[in-house]
């Protein structure tokens, strides 16, 4: 038990700590992202400005889901509904 907690544990740091990188190099670079992806004028600035908004909730977003993940293989399929239904909840 002591173990799985461990590992829990190192799954949502590594994952946040994955998404972290991940969310800083597309803001860095969300304007060349959304050239890439053929956006123009009005278009790419309302993408960018969607990026913007969105981007940071990855990290969270990734810990929750590793959180339930680890829920569910214990077999807390309700918890796990609730973990990711919160972050919904909250923000609305």
Do not use: N
């Not at 908004?53 to 889901?65: E, Q």
């Amino acid at each position: 038990m002591k173990k799985a907690r461990r590992q829990a544990g190192a799954a949502v740091v590594i994952a946040a700590s994955t998404l972290v990188v991940v969310a800083a190099l597309i803001v860095a670079f969300w304007h060349q992202l959304v050239g890439y992806a053929g956006a123009q004028g009005e278009t790419a600035r309302l993408a960018a400005r969607y990026l913007a908004i969105t981007i940071p909730s990855l990290v969270p977003m990734s810990a929750a889901l590793v959180m339930s993940g680890t829920l569910r293989a214990d077999g807390y399929g309700a918890k796990a509904m609730y973990i990711t239904l919160f972050p919904a909840w909250f923000c609305w």
